[in-house]
């Protein structure tokens, strides 16, 4: 089996990728990712020297490029991790969101439907059907709820899932959709919310926790996220979409109050600056199909995920250290410089 894994080299994809090659060993996989700022080839180091991984440096809009890997390569799957995800920088700048997120998905699918696939599956995000209210804890999002996104990027995203379905409909490509919920653990880029907020409380830096911190979002440890994709991939229904969801909704500040007291920092570091435009309040996913259909629900509690999640970046301080002292503090000056002073 031969997989094309776009987007490797950022946080979820190169998980699954190390996920894949332990758990698949006699798989071929051909990792097609821009290295963007949140894409990092030491995030693949264990994997670059192996025989049957391939890294190829590019972006998924370069249709001559990516009609070029199929060509070589000839996949039978291709996991579409490839996406500008972070929703404060779509906010300050929307453009690269809808080019990479929608357009490079047009190029991948067009690429199936020239070379023939056996599945195309899109990573997607629960942010698609928009947030739900603090005071309907009953309300969930299946995977038949409107589309209702907030963002530039859950707009973006939502469109790629359109697509997505269009493309299977209209051209029969064997296609799967996944939409799951705020992810953590190794290798993600300290701008998200959990690896922030444990790098600044390293530093005795002020934790900026936006509004009132009581929006909430569900957490998966991002290898619960991977191996749910493995069986949907393998074993899902052609043409369906699948929530995959951590059933763990905290708020932000009770997961920052946990980060503080895991790393023995006082909860003085916290500092509430202004909200994030459009800041979705709560998301919820059901993810009854998932248990349905696999057997399958989420086996990292937060508490054992987020310790040992803590851990890995007390004990790879070389990775995110490099990413720090980069461009990183311009784009941290530009988002909190102001917010920090008010
Ligand atoms: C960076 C930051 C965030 N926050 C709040 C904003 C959110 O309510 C929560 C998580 O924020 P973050 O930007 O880490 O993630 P979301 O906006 O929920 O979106 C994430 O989860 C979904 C599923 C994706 O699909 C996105 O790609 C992924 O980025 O913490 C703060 O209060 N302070 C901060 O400095």
């Given at each position: ?11 979820i ?5 190390h ?29 670059l ?49 809808l ?6 998905t ?22 698609v ?25 859950s ?114 570091l916290?500092?509430?600056v202004k ?14 199909k ?13 508490e ?39």
């Amino acid at each position: 089996m031969k997989i094309l894994v776009t987007g490797g080299a950022g946080f979820i994809g190169s998980n699954f990728i190390h996920y894949m090659m332990e758990k698949h060993p006699d798989y071929r996989i051909i990792c097609l990712d821009k290295l963007t700022y949140a894409g990092n080839l030491r995030n693949l180091e264990s994997a670059l020297n192996r025989e049957n991984f391939r890294f190829i440096k590019g972006d998924i809009c370069d249709r001559e490029l990516v009609y070029k890997v199929f060509e070589e390569e000839r996949p039978d799957i291709v996991v579409n991790f490839a996406a500008e995800s972070h929703v404060d920088r779509s906010i300050e700048d929307p453009e690269i969101f809808l080019k990479t997120n929608i357009i490079g998905t047009q190029v991948l699918m067009d690429a199936c439907r020239k070379y023939g696939i056996k599945r195309f599956h899109q990573v997607s995000t629960d942010e698609v059907y928009g947030d739900l209210p603090l005071d309907r804890p009953d309300l969930k999002f299946t995977e038949k709820s409107p589309l209702k996104p907030s963002s530039p990027y859950s707009a973006s995203k939502a469109s790629a899932d359109l697509l997505v379905m269009a493309y299977h409909r209209t051209y029969e490509l064997p296609v799967t959709i996944s939409r799951c919920s705020n992810n953590y653990g190794p290798y993600q880029f300290p701008e998200k919310l959990i690896p922030l907020m444990i790098i600044n409380a390293i530093h005795d830096r002020p934790l900026p926790v936006y509004g009132d911190g009581r929006n909430v979002r569900d957490w998966i440890h991002v290898k619960d996220h991977c191996e749910a994709i493995d069986l949907i991939i393998h074993e899902g229904k052609e043409g369906e979409i699948y929530n995959i969801g951590g059933e763990n909704e905290r708020s932000n500040i009770e997961v920052v109050k946990m980060i503080l007291k895991e790393l023995g920092k006082p909860e003085s570091l916290i500092k509430f600056v202004k909200d994030r435009p459009g800041h979705d309040r709560r998301y919820a996913l059901d993810i009854t199909k998932m248990k349905e259909e696999f057997g399958w629900s989420p086996k990292i509690s937060f508490e054992e995920g987020l310790r040992s999640t803590i851990k890995w970046y007390l004990e790879n301080r070389n990775w995110w250290e490099e990413i720090i002292n980069g461009e990183y503090m311009k784009y941290y000056e530009k988002m909190y410089g102001e917010r920090l002073k008010e």
